[in-house]
C-alpha cells in the first residue's frame, strides 16, 4: 500500500485543464510534472515543502528452498539434484525390519546366530565353526524357501513395504536425473514421478509410479495410485521426449488408479485412455519395468511398451487375488487359489508371451539387496534398448503394435504346440442335472420293456440298459461328491486320491497306514452320509443303480449259460459219435439186450462203469477246454444231506458262523492281523516265481498265523459245539442207515481238528486276496 503526502502550495500555477486531465497522466489529478517538482523540491515556489511516497510492505513466511545453503558442486547427478523432493530418510523415520508370514521360519535361524555371535563376545570363545554352520543352514533355508515361491507369496513380496520404489531404482542407474514437474493444467501428482536422466551417456525420459518408504510419504504420494492429473503429466512428457527423441522407460508400480468420486468427475477414465491411444503412435522406443505390482488400468496406462519386462517377484493383473476371490468364491480368503489360477507372476505371464523377460532378484526380494537389483535393472535397459534403437520408426510402431495383438490369440483347425499342450487344462464334459423324478420315469419305462420283451420271447437290447446303468453312474458320482463336499470331507479326498495315485504310478502296495486312512475315512462317511441334504436323492439313485446292475448280471450269466450249454451238448455229440465209443456202446448194449430178463453178471457191471467213467473221463477234459473247471458231485452224499434235518442245518449254520466271528474277533484283537498283512506283502511281492527264501519266509508266517488261530479257537467252548453236533449229525445218519463214509468225507479221521481246518480255510483265503 501506498500514500501521497502533498502540500496545497504544490497546486500554484495549475490550470483547471490540468486539473480535469486523466488520472493517467498524474495521482488524484496532480500532473506528474508538478508532482515530481513537488517531490524533488523543483518548483519555482520561494515556499518549498516536500511531498514524498510512502511503501509499507507486508511481512511474510521466508521461502524454504529445496536445496541446502551449501550445496555440494560434486555431488552425483549434479547441481539439480537438490531440486528433487526425495532425500535419503533421517535415522529416525527409517523403516523396520518388516517379516513376511512365510518367512518366520527363518526367524529362529538368525535368533540363534545372533545369540552365538553374542555368546563369543561375552565369552571370548571361538564359535565360528559354530556360525559358519548355522549361517550355512540359514542360507540353505532361505534358498530352499525363495526358489519355491507360490504366487501368493510373490504378491506379498511385490507389496513389501520396504521394496525399493521408483526413485531408489532411478538414482541407482542414472549419472544425471532432474525430476520435471506438473500437467499443466494447475496440478503437479506425486504418485507419479516423471524426469529426464542419462545411462551411460544415454539420455531417456523416466517416469513411474512411487510409492512411500514410510506412512507419511505413502500418504503424500496416495499409496502410488494416481489421479488424472498424474496420468495427464506422464503424457506431457511423453510428447516432450517424443518431440526431442527421448527413449522412455517407465517403472510401473501401483496397486491401481485411484478410484475415488473426485477423480472419476475429473475424468479417470479418459485420462487412461488417452494415455492408451498415445502411447501406440509414439516414435521412440518404450521399455517398461515392472517392479512391484501391477494393477489394472492404472498400470496400463504407462504400460503399452516395446518390451515389457518384470522383476523375479514382481506380478502383473487385471485385478488383485483379494478382489478376484471376493468376487468368484465369495470370500477374500480364497486369496492364494485365485493368484495361483490369475496366473500373474513373471514366469507365468512370460508362457503367455505378455511379458518379454525376468529380472533376477536376490534371495530375500528387491529390499534384500536394492544395489545389485539395480544394476540388473539397468542391464535390462541397455540390452533392451540396443535391440529397440537399431529399428526405423515404422518397424518400432509394427513391433509395438504386434506385441499386443497376438496376446490371447489363436487359430482354429492348427495342431497346438505340446509345450503349450502341457498347461493346457483337461476338458470336462458337462454335467447334465437331472432330477430324480425324470430318472425314476425312464427306469420304469426300462423296466417296462424288459418285461414286454421277456413275455413276447424278444431280447431287449443291451445297449439301453448299458446306457441308464452310465447314466445312473455319473449321477451316483455327482450325489456322492455333493455329499462328501457337504460333510466337509472334500479336501481329506483329494488328498487321499493323490496319495493313492502316487502308489498306483510306482506300482507300489498300499501301505497299511494309507490303508488306514481310507478306511477311517470310508466309516466316517458311512456313518455321517445320512445328514447329507441329498442324502434322500443319493439313496434313490443307488436303490436304481443295484436293480439295474443285477438285471444286467443275470441277463449276462443267462446268456453265458446258454452259450455254455449249447457247447457241452456239442462236445457230449462229438464224443458220442466217436467210432470207439459208438462200437462200445453198441457191445454193452446187445449184451443188454441178450440178458433180458435177468440181472446182470458182475463183468458186465464192471464193463458199463468203465465205460461210464472213460465217457465223463471224455467229457471232462472237452468242459476243461472250455475253460470250465469241473466238480464231481457225489450223488450219496446229496441224498445224505436231505435226509439231515432242517433244525440240524441251522445249527450248522449258526456254528460256522460263530467260527467265523471268532476267527475275525481273534484277528482283531490279536498281533494276527499286522501278520496277516506282511504276508500279503511277501506273496505280492514274490510272485508267480517266488524264490527259496521267499517260499520259506511265507511259510514261516503261514505256521505262525496257524498256531495262533488253533491257540486261540482252543481256549474257546466252539470246539465242545462242534463235537456234539457232529455226534448228532452222525446219529441222525445211522438212523436213515446210510452211513457209507460220506461224513468222514466231511469230517476226516486224520487227526485234524476243526479249528485247524478253519485256519487253513483262513489262511488260504488271505493267500489268495493277496
Not at 7 to 23: E, I, K, N, Q
Request: proline letters at 5%; one cysteine or more.
Amino acid at each position: 500500500m501506498a500514500s501521497i503526502s502533498h502540500s496545497p502550495v504544490g497546486f500554484v500555477g495549475t490550470s483547471a485543464s490540468d486539473l480535469l486531465r486523466s488520472s493517467s497522466n498524474g495521482v488524484n489529478g496532480i500532473p506528474l510534472r508538478n508532482l515530481g517538482r513537488a517531490r524533488f523540491g523543483c518548483s519555482s515556489s520561494t515556499t518549498r515543502r516536500d511531498s514524498r511516497v510512502v511503501a509499507k510492505i507486508r511481512k511474510v513466511k521466508k521461502h524454504d528452498h529445496p536445496w541446502p545453503d551449501n550445496p555440494d558442486p560434486n555431488v552425483k547427478g549434479g547441481i539439480l539434484t537438490h531440486l528433487s523432493h526425495f532425500k535419503p530418510l533421517p535415522e529416525n523415520e527409517k523403516p523396520r525390519p518388516v517379516t513376511l508370514e512365510f518367512e518366520k521360519p527363518l526367524i529362529n535361524l538368525e535368533k540363534k546366530i545372533i545369540d552365538v555371535r553374542k555368546m563369543a563376545n561375552e565369552t571370548g570363545l571361538d564359535f565360528s565353526d559354530q556360525i559358519i554352520s548355522l549361517e550355512n543352514k540359514y542360507q540353505q533355508a532361505l534358498k530352499d524357501l525363495y526358489t519355491r515361491l507360490t504366487p501368493i507369496q510373490r504378491v506379498y513380496i511385490a507389496r513389501h513395504p520396504n521394496r525399493p520404489t521408483f526413485l531408489d531404482h532411478v538414482f541407482n542407474i542414472t549419472e544425471k536425473f532432474v525430476e520435471l514437474h506438473g500437467d499443466r493444467s494447475g496440478y503437479d501428482d506425486p504418485a507419479i514421478v516423471t524426469g529426464i536422466g542419462t545411462i551411460d551417456g544415454r539420455r531417456y525420459m523416466f517416469m513411474g509410479h512411487q510409492k512411500g518408504r514410510n506412512t507419511k510419504e505413502n500418504v503424500k504420494r496416495n499409496f502410488g495410485m494416481p489421479t488424472p492429473h498424474g496420468y495427464r503429466k506422464a503424457l506431457r512428457m511423453m510428447y516432450y521426449a517424443d518431440h526431442h527423441g527421448f527413449p522412455i522407460v517407465t517403472f510401473i508400480d501401483t496397486p491401481g488408479a485411484y478410484a475415488d468420486l473426485k477423480c472419476e468427475e475429473l475424468g479417470q477414465g479418459e485420462a487412461i485412455a488417452n494415455n492408451l491411444r498415445t502411447m501406440f503412435g509414439l516414435k521412440v522406443p518404450i521399455v517398461s519395468i515392472v517392479i512391484g505390482e501391477g494393477g489394472s488400468g492404472g498400470a496400463l496406462a504407462i504400460g503399452c511398451a516395446n518390451k515389457l519386462i518384470m522383476l523375479e517377484n514382481a506380478v502383473f493383473y487385471v485385478a488383485s487375488p483379494e478382489a478376484c476371490a471376493a468376487i468368484l468364491w465369495k470370500s477374500a480368503k480364497a486369496a492364494p487359489q485365485a493368484a495361483e489360477t490369475l496366473r500373474i507372476t513373471a514366469t507365468e505371464l512370460c508362457k503367455l508371451q505378455i511379458a518379454d523377460g525376468v529380472i533376477p532378484e536376490p534371495l530375500g526380494g528387491a529390499h534384500a539387496d536394492p544395489t545389485w537389483t539395480s544394476q540388473q535393472i539397468k542391464n535390462a535397459i541397455n540390452e533392451s534398448m540396443d535391440e529397440l534403437m537399431k529399428m526405423d520408426t515404422e518397424e518400432l510402431l509394427k513391433h509395438r503394435m504386434l506385441k499386443f495383438r497376438k496376446i490371447g490369440g489363436f487359430q482354429e483347425g492348427l495342431p497346438v504346440d505340446p509345450k503349450k499342450k502341457v498347461n493346457m487344462k483337461m476338458k470336462e464334459e458337462p454335467i447334465i442335472r437331472t432330477s430324480n423324478l425324470n430318472i425314476e420315469d425312464e427306469v420304469k419305462k426300462l423296466m417296462q420293456k424288459r418285461l414286454n420283451a421277456k413275455e413276447s420271447s424278444v431280447e431287449l437290447p443291451e445297449s439301453d440298459v448299458n446306457e441308464m446303468i452310465e447314466k445312473l453312474k455319473r449321477e451316483v458320482d455327482r450325489e456322492y461328491s455333493e455329499a462328501v463336499k457337504a460333510m466337509g470331507l472334500k479336501d481329506r479326498l483329494v488328498l487321499l486320491r493323490e496319495e493313492f495315485s502316487k502308489v498306483n504310478l510306482r506300482d507300489q502296495l498300499m501301505h497299511p497306514a494309507l490303508k488306514d486312512k481310507i478306511e477311517k475315512l470310508r466309516d466316517e462317511f458311512t456313518q455321517g452320509v445320512s445328514a447329507a441334504p441329498n442324502y434322500e436323492s443319493l439313496k434313490s439313485k443307488l436303490d436304481m443303480l443295484t436293480e439295474l446292475s443285477k438285471i444286467k448280471s443275470t441277463s449276462e450269466k443267462n446268456k453265458k449259460s446258454a452259450t455254455l450249454k449249447q457247447a457241452v451238448n456239442k462236445k457230449f455229440v462229438e464224443i458220442m459219435n466217436r467210432p470207439d465209443i459208438k462200437e462200445k456202446y453198441k457191445a454193452l448194449e446187445a449184451a443188454i439186450e441178450n440178458s433180458a430178463g435177468q440181472d446182470l453178471d458182475h463183468e458186465l457191471k464192471e464193463e458199463l462203469v468203465k465205460m461210464k467213467k472213460e465217457i465223463e473221463l471224455e467229457l471232462a477234459g472237452a468242459i476243461k477246454s472250455l475253460g470250465l473247471d469241473v466238480e464231481v458231485v457225489k450223488s450219496k452224499a446229496k441224498e445224505i444231506s436231505e435226509q439231515i434235518p432242517l433244525d440240524v442245518k441251522v445249527k450248522v449254520e449258526e456254528l460256522n458262523e460263530e467260527i467265523k466271528g471268532e476267527i475275525e474277533n481273534v484277528i482283531k484283537s490279536t498281533d494276527l492281523k499286522d501278520k496277516i498283512e506282511l504276508l500279503k506283502l511277501e506273496v505280492a511281492k514274490a510272485g508267480k516265481t517266488p524264490d527259496v527264501a521267499s517260499k520259506n519266509r511265507i511259510a514261516a508266517l503261514e505256521q505262525q498265523i496257524k498256531q495262533g488261530l488253533a491257540e486261540a479257537m482252543n481256549s474257546s467252548n466252539l470246539k465242545e459245539k462242534h463235537e456234539e453236533l457232529k455226534a448228532e449229525i452222525s446219529k441222525t445218519i445211522e438212523s436213515s442207515a446210510g452211513l457209507d463214509g460220506s461224513l468222514e468225507s466231511q469230517y476226516p479221521k486224520d487227526g485234524s481238528t476243526y479249528d485247524e481246518q478253519a485256519v487253513e480255510m483262513n489262511v488260504g483265503a488271505n493267500r489268495s486276496f493277496a
